[in-house]
């Protein structure tokens, strides 16, 4: 009976993994040139499906044809035309247009403030005047470079806000530099953990049907939220990135100035990461991708290197809507005729 119930146990245990490796993503191949700007197609499955492959917004600042007029520190537009409905409720135009000092080479444009500044209601995503009832899940990626301390206390300064009502009556998210608060409980007590003078990449995921805020810094979960409730008074209303920068607040915030750009918007997690470990465990730098098709065994992306020296040695990775990831990167090669391909697969 102890060798048939042990039998039983380990059986049960073979299956549970196999399942779970059926539920992670998985890339096979991939064709294409190896090259930033390129297009690449990734094969595979389990990637699920994407409503529109595209985010909702990328923004390199660059790559905004509203903006292509503006000099050095001329404030940041928000007609119609423009990304933004808002460039900073409570101190209008502090975002500037800066081409110096980018995060990388590939970059010519970034935006810049001091002391306070921050982007307000992507039109991709709703505007100011509010998104569709049914956008419940919310990815926000940027990057930012305090030029100066952020000290942890004497002040509670956000780095992103999402509400779904302009007036801020409605649900209201805000990641600061000590604490996430939110609807339904809280706040959640952790500091930012991100470097001075540094680029510093910061992520948050936001599900309301799943009750659940992630916020990450530079790859590490910082707030990991599971009770979440979207404020039901505002059910007419989804969810929106309300403001995304260095929102000052509190009695002593630091005077500092800041850069930030390459903002990334969608309404699902679902998206394609680069990463420099053959493992996403071990993964310290990551540059997100640019969808352009998605299917459920077939992505094709407009490769970004990022701020990355090359392409040896970094693996692509695909994130699900529902956050699973593939644990093991296909592995990019600059040097060789044929990208390799994990586990003896074939590359295309």
């Not at 007609?79 to 500037?96: A, L, M």
């Not at 790859?219 to 599971?226: Q, W």
């Not at 007419?236 to 607040?249: I, K, T, Y």
């Not at 090359?310 to 090669?333: E, T």
Request: with cysteine.
């Amino acid at each position: 009976m102890k060798t048939t119930t042990a039998f039983a146990i380990g059986i049960l245990a073979t299956l549970t993994a196999l399942q779970a490796a059926v539920a992670e993503p998985r890339i096979n191949t991939i064709s294409g040139n190896i090259n930033h700007g390129s297009s690449v197609t990734i094969g595979g499955t389990g990637f699920g499906n994407k409503d529109q492959a595209s985010p909702r917004l990328w923004d390199t600042v660059d790559n905004q044809s509203s903006y292509s007029d503006l000099n050095e520190g001329q404030a940041i537009p928000t007609g119609s035309s423009d990304p933004y409905s808002i460039n900073t409720y409570n101190d209008p135009d502090s975002v500037k247009y800066s081409s110096s000092g980018t995060r990388h080479s590939r970059l010519s444009a970034q935006y810049e403030a001091s002391r306070n500044g921050y982007m307000q209601w992507p039109r991709a995503t709703g505007g100011e005047g509010g998104a569709p009832s049914d956008q419940r899940q919310l990815y926000v990626s940027f990057w930012f470079k305090p030029l100066g301390d952020i000290p942890g206390g004497g002040h509670s300064s956000k780095f992103f806000r999402v509400w779904d009502r302009s007036s801020g009556e409605g649900t209201r998210i805000s990641w600061t530099q000590m604490h996430l608060t939110y609807d339904g409980g809280g706040p959640s007590w952790k500091g930012w953990g991100g470097r001075t003078n540094q680029w510093n990449r910061l992520e948050m995921y936001v599900d309301a049907d799943e009750n659940l805020i992630r916020a990450w810094t530079n790859g590490e979960l910082k707030h990991n939220i599971t009770n979440f409730a979207k404020n039901s008074a505002a059910s007419g209303r989804g969810l929106n990135l309300a403001r995304v920068g260095f929102d000052r607040g509190g009695s002593n915030p630091p005077p500092i100035s800041f850069e930030f750009g390459e903002i990334y918007v969608d309404v699902t997690q679902a998206r394609v990461e680069l990463g420099n470990a053959a493992n996403w465990d071990d993964v310290t730098e990551k540059e997100i991708q640019i969808p352009v098709s998605w299917s459920d065994n077939s992505i094709t992306i407009e490769l970004n290197q990022g701020g990355m020296s090359n392409f040896n040695g970094k693996y692509l990775y695909i994130v699900d809507s529902d956050g699973n990831v593939s644990s093991s990167g296909y592995p990019l090669c600059t040097d060789c005729k044929t990208p390799k391909s994990p586990d003896g697969l074939a590359a295309m």
